[in-house]
T-cell receptor, first 112, second 112 residues
């Protein structure tokens, strides 16, 4: 069966510090991978998605970036965090387009 | 521009009764719709989906109805249970795209 992992579960970072969140999927090949952010009291905002290694589509201009160095690994990064980057970050995968999307457990990021 | 809207931020229902959660969309290219349940500090859990070629899909206590002419879908939970208390998100995807657009969520509270 397929499993999706995210780490860390929680993170507290000062403004201006770098960020690296990692997501890995097990039990499937060539998944479509996604990063979402849920701000407090808000819906799920799509940040990035990837349909293959090295292929990244950005949905929202911001100081975040994403990379997919391996088939089942998706990384969310920032060089300098802003207060507004605080939120709950979710990684998700689908087997192919137009299919059920499955989410990881999420990372709670607090920028102080 | 919010393409997927959940206009009721919260809903309270008595245990054993029916819960009806609503979702409206504006993009006529959407043809695949999903419902998710989310507990605090966890990733969303997939509940049920429906393709635009259908107007109803059932899975146990959960039924999703799609009204394409009204660009409206609803999730019915019968009977409602206290464990159903969570935030429910609807999402939509358009054929030929890899993106899933989420609504802002409805918080369901099932009262014992």
């Amino acid at each position: 069966s397929q499993t999706i992992h995210q780490w860390p579960a929680t993170l507290v970072q000062p403004v201006g510090s770098p960020l690296s969140l990692e997501c890995t999927v097990e039990g499937t090949s060539n998944p479509n991978l996604y990063w979402y952010r849920q701000a407090a009291g808000r819906g799920l905002q799509l940040l990035f998605y990837s349909v293959g290694i090295g292929q990244i589509s950005s949905e929202v201009p911001q100081n975040l970036s994403a990379s997919r160095p391996q088939d089942r690994q998706f990384i969310l990064s920032s060089k300098k965090l802003l207060l507004s980057d605080s939120g709950f970050y979710l990684c998700a995968w689908t087997e192919q387009a137009h299919n059920e999307q499955f989410f990881g457990p999420g990372t709670r990021l607090t920028v102080l | 521009d919010q393409q997927v809207k959940q206009n009721s931020p919260s809903l309270s229902v008595q245990e054993g009764r029916i819960s009806i959660l609503n979702c409206d969309y504006t993009n006529s290219m959407f043809d695949y719709f999903l419902w998710y349940k989310k507990y605090p500090a966890e990733g969303p859990t997939f509940l049920i989906s429906i393709s635009s070629i259908k107007d109803k899909n059932e899975d146990g206590r959960f039924t999703v109805f799609l009204n394409k002419s009204a660009k409206h879908l609803s999730l019915h939970i019968v009977p409602s249970q206290p464990g159903d208390s969570a935030v429910y998100f609807c999402a939509a995807s358009a054929l030929g795209t890899y993106k899933y657009i989420f609504g802002t969520g409805t918080r369901l509270k099932v009262l014992a």
